[in-house]
């Protein structure tokens, strides 16, 4: 049994359950998105990672109608009565997360019990390796316990807790990758048919995350404001060519042939929305093929269009992709996640990454102030229950 297997056990002890021989626990992890950035929600394509970083989840029955949720992370618990949960609000509290998927799991029409819930998360929050969907997932799957569910419906439903109860308009990329990771391969998905494809990735080249340690405000109203920009630019093309719906029915010809119709920064969003699109597909291709060169300019050309035309990166960002660009064994960086912060993804050659992490380290706080922390990105397997014993 892992670490935080026995902490999350040992945790219900703590809340006083009588019934720990009952438990069980189950996990989620968080992703590091290799390539396809805020294309999800325009119906395009995604190729994501699921990590060894997890939310991990124990839950034990109670008797008496609570249901009681402790965080170890935060260090505080929450109560609220089973009964109460259809009729409860968000509150802007971390157990939103928690209590969303309480209420999505009822509403899909399974039964929620008395329980205590405690829930601790080696995914670093604000991070953009999404934390926030390894807690739904995982908490999702605490409280069906183990009762089946098609893996695209628990995705769905996950969604729908950040959806409809914490309020964030994000697409279905995270989820999806929590539930479907698979060790050793990223997987392609397309967001609309939600078909995808497990691709191997290159051995020479190992996938580093750096955390800037940074999130800035701008981030929570910039993503719905981004979603809407988006939708402005989708409106302007379904005037002109009845079958476009979203920005991924829509090539660069057809794009520029318009674009003089869409207003700024409407028109920007939906270049970068184009021209990550069809990086994904070449990034898919230059995996396969093993070129690192061109895996590594794909990286970077997306990081331009996300400074340049999305505008969702900031300097410390800027800073951690152009100083590795520099570095010995660096084929590529790039932002990765929702933006205004949080991680840069690295594709860095397996021999050079210690200088990698000490080099850039370095400068980072020489410029900064702030030590980053680094994550080594070996491809996981998805969401599920662990074994005890
Ligand atoms: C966040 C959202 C995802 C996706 C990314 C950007 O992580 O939750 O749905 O839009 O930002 O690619």
């Not at 020479?204 to 402005?232: F, T, W």
């Not at 900031?314 to 912060?341: H, K, Q, S, W």
């Amino acid at each position: 049994m892992d670490g935080i297997t026995q902490r999350v056990l040992e945790g219900l002890r703590a809340q006083g359950n009588t019934r720990v021989d009952e438990a069980k626990v189950f996990r989620a992890p968080g992703r590091v998105n290799l390539i396809g950035e805020h294309t999800d929600y325009n119906l395009g394509f995604v190729m994501p990672v699921a990590l060894d970083l997890a939310c991990t989840v124990a839950t034990a029955p109670r008797t008496d109608g609570i249901l009681r949720i402790h965080s170890r992370n935060m260090n505080d618990t929450r109560e609220v009565p089973v009964d109460s949960l259809p009729a409860l609000q968000p509150s802007r509290h971390w157990s939103d997360y928690v209590l969303g998927a309480a209420k999505e799991v009822l509403a899909a029409g399974y039964p929620v019990e008395a329980a205590d819930v405690v829930i601790e998360s080696s995914v670093p929050v604000g991070a953009g390796l999404s934390s926030s969907a390894a807690i739904e997932v995982s908490t999702a799957l605490a409280f069906l316990l183990g009762r089946t569910i098609d893996k695209l419906d628990l995705v769905k439903l996950a969604r729908r807790v950040e959806n409809n109860f914490v309020g964030m308009p994000c697409g279905i990329m995270d989820q999806f990758i929590s539930v479907h990771g698979q060790e050793n391969r990223a997987v392609k998905l397309d967001c609309r048919s939600l078909g995808h494809e497990l691709v191997p990735l290159p051995f020479s080249v190992r996938v580093i995350a750096v955390n800037s340690m940074v999130k800035h405000d701008l981030g929570a109203s910039a993503y719905p404001q981004r979603v809407k920009e988006c939708q402005q630019a989708v409106a302007v093309y379904a005037e002109r060519i009845p079958e476009v719906q979203s920005l991924r029915d829509l090539n660069a010809e057809q794009f520029i042939h318009y674009d003089e119709y869409v207003p700024t920064p409407a028109r920007w969003r939906a270049r970068h929305v184009i021209s990550e699109n069809e990086r994904v597909q070449a990034f898919r291709e230059a995996c396969i093929r093993h070129d690192r060169a061109e895996m590594g300019q794909l990286f970077y050309a997306s990081h331009k269009s996300m400074r340049d035309d999305y505008e969702i990166s900031c300097p410390e960002i800027d800073f951690l992709v152009e100083t590795a660009m520099g570095l010995e064994g660096v084929y590529g960086a790039r932002l990765t996640g929702g933006g205004f912060g949080g991680c840069t993804v690295n594709l860095v050659s397996p021999e050079a990454v210690d200088s990698f992490k000490q080099q850039l380290g370095a400068a980072y706080f020489q410029q900064f102030g702030i030590t980053p922390s680094f994550y080594d990105c070996r491809p996981a397997a998805g969401a599920g229950e662990v074994r005890l014993g």
